[in-house]
């Protein structure tokens, strides 16, 4: 992220004053919202059959959707949390059609949203506080771990702390969850969590844990060298509604990452724990351990005595398959299966297999529509589309059975993309590991040069102030403009129709559609310059030039006003609704249109005490006639305020003295809204009393 601070002191009060000091307050303002993605979910968060990705960033939650034409990420919506995500999970409760989003955060709370295409928001479904705030090492908020039945959530600490949720629906079919019960275990730290697939059976999950207890009493070392780590599964009694510690062993090899294997129908059930060198599957009961080395570059450059570890995973299953896909820390990917004994249920093989290589992951996902997004710890994001599952091509495939000695692990030759096709990037600027600001294009608003990435996927990265824009067409004018305008033909039009461009004697009216062109049908007067233009009622326009005002109905009638005598309009202000124009010497004409569609003069004038430099009027407010303020600059170095409303009509109401005349001015209704748990009752309330409450700004340049 990209940041600037602004410093502002505060003005003492009298008693302040006294004690001589100043407070200061720092404004962060994000220059570019962050690009890293922390964590990636998929499913049909929509409720449609339409798989949708929702990331991580920070403290952005984003909605992802890939365009069913061209197969490319848009994004749908953006909301900043106002605090750190620090993990996400989808579930979906059994026989439901749409997917809910689980977010373990820096804010002591389990947060479950469901996302409102109606609306375009997440709405909060459920939001429960367990403890402070704060991404503390025992507080609940590192881990979510998910029963794939969708009937409970376990959310838990680096240290100690680990609550258990059951998810229900109620008679009305709204999800409910229940109060949190506990499944603590003091002076142990965790690795890694997840749910296990036991079909229908009672809720189990798996954990990576660490006990330190006696490491930490033993001032020697001795026991910190011999402490090992041990997987443990937690049971959830749906039947006597408590968690127990079901069973726990030592493990050989450290490990840093548990991924689920499908189970009940789907699969034979249990985990693979990822360790340095080595991928382990374990289940209950009788299942003997399956452990197979993790291949090797053939001829790496990289340390041969480094160890390697898988360091993000995506599992993908049919009603036939389910196959996995690794990544290792050099961002070679591998496929998994498990092959099963003729006999029994019981795994006896686990087969790897090269798959592509592709940019580091900080998390994968497999969507149902043959696509893989991966969330990019070092440079862009990247979405693949699945072209082949890699079976039937020549590749060698490693397996659990192949004997090996001790130490020894398989070799492989990385290769460009065969089983994957790039079908979109998203910029990501992590990790900026250097920064400089200058104008080196001599733009005048300095430029940010940015090193972003790392090794061979490294850039450096120009930004710009600013929005980027793309040229759809040129069009050679015929002189210098002074301005331009672009209206619609009526007020219901999606996109604008005209490009109204004025210079010192004409004015040029260009068409917009597939192509750019002059046309001279539109009802303007192209022999002098335009002082203003816009789309005026439901479907008019109206043209201000120096010796009058042109009223163009849709039909091409044109009623014209003329300035009075050998004056001239020197300055002018519109809305959709009304017009006011100064004529030369200070003298304000006001102009209203009525329930016809007819543009009427109020019967009087307004004469200002000096000229006229700049006008100003609002926009007309939605169910209201009018806007009810006009501003206006005078040459004597004031703004005045003047009503439009009938009752006062052109009677000056305040005035601002300014230490120079102004050169611009623009009047803002401020008027926000605030979202309300209980319905939208509340927040019709405050929008009331937002818009009448209204602050008109001026601002002089």
Same mark, same amino acid.
């Given at each position: 992220?990209?940041?600037?601070?602004?410093?502002?002191?505060?003005?003492?009060?009298?008693?302040?004053?006294?004690?001589?000091?100043?407070?200061?307050?720092?404004?962060?303002?994000?220059?570019?919202?962050?690009?890293?993605?922390?964590?990636?979910?998929?499913?049909?968060?929509?409720?449609?059959?339409?798989?949708?990705?929702?990331?991580?960033?920070?403290?952005?939650?984003?909605?992802?959707?890939?365009?069913?034409?061209?197969?490319?990420?848009?994004?749908?919506?953006?909301?900043?949390?106002?605090?750190?995500?620090?993990?996400?999970?989808?579930?979906?409760?059994?026989?439901?059609?749409?997917?809910?989003?689980?977010?373990?955060?820096?804010?002591?709370?389990?947060?479950?949203?469901?996302?409102?295409?109606?609306?375009?928001?997440?709405?909060?479904?459920?939001?429960?506080?367990?403890?402070?705030?704060?991404?503390?090492?025992?507080?609940?908020?590192?881990?979510?771990?998910?029963?794939?039945?969708?009937?409970?959530?376990?959310?838990?600490?680096?240290?100690?702390?680990?609550?258990?949720?059951?998810?229900?629906?109620?008679?009305?079919?709204?999800?409910?969850?229940?109060?949190?019960?506990?499944?603590?275990?003091?002076?142990?730290?965790?690795?890694?969590?997840?749910?296990?697939?036991?079909?229908?059976?009672?809720?189990?999950?798996?954990?990576?844990?660490?006990?330190?207890?006696?490491?930490?009493?033993?001032?020697?070392?001795?026991?910190?060298?011999?402490?090992?780590?041990?997987?443990?599964?937690?049971?959830?009694?749906?039947?006597?509604?408590?968690?127990?510690?079901?069973?726990?062993?030592?493990?050989?090899?450290? #490990?840093?990452?548990?991924?689920?294997?499908?189970?009940?129908?789907? #699969?034979?059930?249990?985990?693979?724990?990822?360790?340095?060198?080595?991928?382990?599957?374990?289940?209950?009961?009788?299942q003997e351990d399956i452990r197979c080395p993790i291949p090797r570059r053939r001829n790496d450059l990289d340390d041969p005595e480094r160890g390697m570890l898988?360091?993000? +995973?995506?599992?993908?299953?049919?009603?036939?398959?389910?196959?996995?896909?690794?990544?290792?820390?050099?961002?070679?990917?591998?496929?998994?299966?498990?092959?099963?004994?003729?006999?029994?249920?019981?795994?006896?093989?686990?087969?790897?297999?090269?798959?592509?290589?592709?940019?580091?992951?900080?998390?994968?996902?497999?969507?149902?529509?043959?696509?893989?997004?991966?969330?990019?710890?070092?440079?862009?994001?990247?979405?693949?589309?699945?072209?082949?599952?890699?079976?039937?091509?020549?590749?060698?495939?490693?397996? +659990?059975?192949?004997?090996?000695?001790?130490?020894?692990?398989?070799?492989?030759?990385?290769?460009?993309?065969?089983?994957?096709?790039?079908?979109?990037?998203?910029?990501?600027?992590?990790?900026?590991?250097?920064?400089?600001?200058?104008?080196?294009?001599?733009?005048?608003?300095?430029?940010?040069?940015?090193?972003?990435?790392?090794?061979?996927?490294?850039?450096?990265?120009?930004?710009?102030?600013?929005?980027?824009?793309?040229?759809?067409?040129?069009?050679?004018?015929?002189?210098?403009?002074?301005?331009?305008?672009?209206?619609?033909?009526?007020?219901?039009?999606?996109?604008?129709?005209?490009?109204?461009?004025?210079?010192?004697?004409?004015?040029?009216?260009?068409?917009?559609?597939?192509?750019?062109?002059?046309?001279?049908?539109?009802?303007?007067?192209?022999?002098?310059?335009?002082?203003?233009?816009?789309?005026?009622?439901?479907?008019?326009?109206?043209?201000?030039?120096?010796? #009058?005002?042109?009223?163009?109905?849709?039909?091409?009638?044109?009623?014209?006003?003329?300035?009075?005598?050998?004056?001239?309009?020197?300055?002018?202000?519109?809305?959709?609704?009304?017009?006011?124009?100064?004529?030369?010497?200070?003298?304000?004409?006001?102009?209203?249109?009525?329930?016809?569609?007819?543009?009427?003069?109020?019967?009087?004038?307004?004469?200002?005490?000096?000229?006229?430099?700049?006008?100003?009027?609002?926009?007309?407010?939605? #169910?209201?006639?009018?806007?009810?303020?006009?501003?206006?600059?005078?040459?004597?170095?004031?703004?005045?305020?003047? +009503?439009?409303?009938?009752?006062?009509?052109?009677?000056?109401? +305040?005035?601002?003295?300014?230490?120079?005349?102004?050169?611009?001015?623009?009047?803002?209704?401020?008027?926000?809204?605030?979202?309300?748990?209980?319905?939208?009752?509340?927040?019709?309330?405050?929008?009331?009393?937002?818009?009448?409450?209204?602050?008109?700004?001026?601002?002089?340049?």
């Open positions: 992220k990209l940041h600037g601070i602004a410093y502002s002191f505060s003005n003492p009060s009298r008693s302040e004053r006294s004690r001589r000091f100043l407070v200061m307050h720092l404004y962060n303002l994000t220059l570019q919202k962050a690009s890293a993605v922390v964590q990636a979910i998929h499913g049909s968060f929509s409720g449609t059959k339409q798989q949708e990705i929702v990331v991580g960033r920070g403290k952005i939650l984003e909605l992802l959707r890939p365009d069913p034409t061209t197969g490319k990420l848009q994004p749908v919506l953006s909301v900043e949390v106002f605090g750190v995500i620090r993990s996400l999970v989808s579930f979906r409760l059994t026989g439901g059609t749409r997917d809910y989003i689980i977010v373990g955060s820096d804010s002591g709370r389990i947060v479950i949203l469901e996302y409102n295409p109606a609306k375009n928001v997440f709405d909060r479904v459920h939001q429960e506080t367990f403890g402070r705030s704060g991404c503390r090492r025992i507080v609940p908020g590192q881990y979510l771990a998910l029963d794939p039945k969708g009937r409970a959530v376990m959310i838990g600490a680096l240290e100690k702390q680990k609550f258990v949720y059951v998810l229900n629906r109620d008679a009305a079919a709204r999800l409910t969850i229940s109060s949190p019960l506990e499944a603590h275990k003091a002076h142990t730290l965790v690795f890694a969590t997840v749910g296990v697939d036991v079909g229908f059976e009672n809720p189990v999950f798996a954990c990576l844990e660490l006990d330190y207890e006696e490491a930490d009493a033993d001032p020697s070392g001795d026991a910190a060298q011999s402490t090992q780590q041990t997987l443990t599964f937690y049971e959830l009694d749906l039947g006597l509604n408590h968690v127990v510690r079901k069973y726990s062993e030592p493990l050989e090899d450290p #490990g840093n990452m548990l991924i689920q294997v499908p189970g009940g129908s789907d #699969g034979p059930s249990g985990v693979l724990i990822c360790s340095e060198n080595y991928i382990t599957y374990k289940n209950f009961g009788d898988f360091v993000c +995973s995506a599992s993908h299953k049919t009603k036939s398959m389910f196959f996995i896909l690794v990544q290792t820390e050099q961002g070679d990917i591998f496929k998994i299966t498990l092959e099963k004994g003729k006999d029994d249920d019981y795994v006896t093989e686990i087969k790897l297999k090269y798959f592509d290589t592709t940019p580091v992951g900080a998390s994968m996902c497999v969507l149902r529509t043959g696509f893989l997004f991966i969330a990019s710890e070092f440079g862009n994001h990247c979405f693949y589309q699945i072209a082949n599952l890699g079976d039937n091509d020549d590749e060698p495939e490693f397996s +659990s059975k192949m004997p090996l000695e001790e130490g020894e692990t398989f070799y492989f030759a990385p290769r460009g993309l065969r089983n994957l096709v790039l079908v979109d990037e998203i910029e990501n600027l992590a990790p900026i590991t250097a920064c400089q600001i200058a104008d080196l294009t001599n733009e005048d608003t300095p430029q940010l040069y940015v090193a972003c990435g790392r090794g061979p996927r490294s850039s450096l990265r120009v930004l710009r102030h600013g929005l980027e824009v793309s040229e759809m067409a040129v069009s050679e004018l015929p002189g210098n403009p002074n301005a331009v305008w672009t209206v619609k033909k009526t007020a219901h039009d999606d996109f604008d129709a005209y490009i109204v461009v004025s210079f010192v004697n004409a004015t040029l009216v260009l068409s917009i559609g597939e192509t750019v062109e002059e046309v001279t049908d539109t009802g303007f007067l192209g022999t002098a310059p335009t002082l203003a233009c816009t789309q005026l009622g439901e479907d008019a326009l109206l043209q201000v030039y120096p010796f #009058g005002i042109r009223h163009i109905r849709s039909d091409r009638r044109v009623n014209e006003w003329k300035a009075p005598g050998r004056r001239s309009i020197v300055k002018c202000a519109v809305n959709e609704r009304q017009v006011v124009v100064a004529l030369a010497g200070g003298e304000l004409v006001y102009f209203e249109m009525d329930i016809s569609g007819q543009l009427n003069e109020y019967t009087e004038r307004k004469d200002m005490s000096a000229d006229v430099m700049c006008m100003a009027i609002g926009r007309v407010p939605p #169910g209201e006639q009018r806007s009810r303020f006009l501003a206006v600059g005078l040459a004597d170095n004031t703004v005045r305020i003047i +009503s439009l409303d009938p009752s006062d009509c052109l009677s000056p109401l +305040s005035m601002q003295a300014l230490p120079a005349p102004s050169e611009s001015l623009c009047i803002i209704e401020m008027g926000g809204t605030s979202g309300s748990d209980e319905g939208g009752e509340a927040e019709t309330s405050e929008s009331e009393d937002s818009s009448s409450t209204s602050d008109f700004k001026t601002e002089s340049y």
